[in-house]
Structures are given as structure tokens and as C-alpha cells.
């Protein structure tokens, strides 16, 4: 770990978007078949869908917890890639250990399944149309969330399903998708860019147009069409 650099956060669940993320939870007035890409230490994202699904839910998390830096990003002297890459067991454990608590304390309310894998190779294997919330914030360079899009896609319950995501900072532009092409290998451009390249043209390229607030994204299946409100 780089002292020098603030400490990797083990809730990556931003306060400005965590409002958003409990509204999209919210929509649903029934329990749901809910699937999370990217758990990290299980104390973010994954603790806003559990507090707010409804009893009878399911939530499905799928996380390699392995080191996945890329070249690009380990050379990046402002962010701690190397020490987030080196806290990987500790974010697995804590999330098995979130994830027994939940269970202890609310026994029966929502089945939890954790699935160490790859996410690229894990939904690969899940049938079609299993599930109503899609929520999408794995490795975030482009061939991953490209791919993570394909599958969530075909996993969305074709009748209403919404999909959703972390990290799109800034809605597309030519220029900006230009620059993103550039930089697909990288997680994060900082300034004056800003944004994740891999999500902006990945989420780009899957759907075209999708809301937006705070980075915060989403995009509702209804009938088997993807749109957004
Ligand atoms: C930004 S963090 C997720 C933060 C979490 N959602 C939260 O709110 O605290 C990204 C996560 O994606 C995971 N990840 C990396 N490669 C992945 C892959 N191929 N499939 C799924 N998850 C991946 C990392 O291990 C890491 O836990």
C-alpha cells in the first residue's frame, strides 16, 4: 500500500448516488430476482439492496475478488491500484462475513447467493431472462462492462426488468467517445477528462441513451425493449 495516497474506500457506494441506487431498489413493490456485479467489501452497494429488498427477494453476487489492475492503471500516480489490488481477501471475506450477519439478523428475508468468478464467465452459464434488477459495477474497462451489457441484456426479465450502474460521470459526446476509444484499457481518466472511458462506451454502444444522475446510470426492459425514463 502507497501511504502517500488516501486509503482505497471499503463503501463504494458514494453518498451522492446512494439515494439514486435506493430509489431504482425502491421501484419494485414485489420481491425480486436481483443480480450484483462488483461487491467489493459488501458494505456498499450491496447493504443499500439489502436494506431494501423485499422480503422473499433474491440477490445474486458475482465478484472474481482477484487483482485486476491493468498496466495503464498500476502507472496512474494519483489512485492506489496496487493497494486495492492487494486488499482483494480481505474485501472477500468481509463480504461473507456481511452477508452471515445479514442472514443472522434477519433470517429468511432475502436468499444471498456469492459467486467468486469472473462475472465475463459466470453469467456466461445463467440462463436467459432470470432476473428483475441488474445492477453493473465490476472491472469497469471496456471489454468487461461490454461484456457484463451483452449478458445483462440477456438476463433481464423481458417483461420489466431494470438495469443499472456506477461510474458514468459524463454522458457521451463524439469527442468524448473518441477519447474513451482511446483509453479503453484504462479504469479511470482524470483531469480534465473525469470520467471511466470503459463505461462510457461500453454503456454507449449496448443502449444507446440512458439516464443519468450523479454517474449514477440506468435503463428500464419493458416487453423485451430497452428504454429510458
Ligand atoms: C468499484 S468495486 C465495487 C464496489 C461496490 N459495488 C460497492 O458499492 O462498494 C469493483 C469490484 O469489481 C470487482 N471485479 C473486478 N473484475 C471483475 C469481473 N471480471 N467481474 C465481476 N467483478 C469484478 C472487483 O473485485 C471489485 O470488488
Partial sequence: MNSRLPAIATNQAWPF??????????IFKKPVDALEIGTWYGEGSTQIWLEHLMAGSTLTLVDPWKPYSSASDLSDAQYDYAGMDAQ???AYLSTILSVCKFENNQPGKVAIDIIRG????VLSRMRDDLFDFIYVDGDHKYESVKRNLID????????????????????PSPELLEIAHINRTRDYLRDPHNFHPG???AVHEAFGEVGMEEGF?????????FFCA
Fill in 199 to 201: 463505461v462510457m462506451l
Fill in 217 to 225: 446510470w440506468w435503463v428500464f426492459c419493458k416487453d423485451g425493449k
Fill in 17 to 26: 448516488r446512494a439515494g439514486l441506487m435506493k430509489q431504482a431498489i425502491q
Fill in 118 to 121: 469472473e462475472s465475463e464467465r
Fill in 88 to 90: 482483494v481477501l480481505q
Fill in 152 to 171: 445483462a441484456k440477456r438476463l433481464a426479465k423481458k417483461e420489466f426488468s431494470l438495469i443499472c450502474g456506477d461510474d458514468l460521470e459524463r454522458l
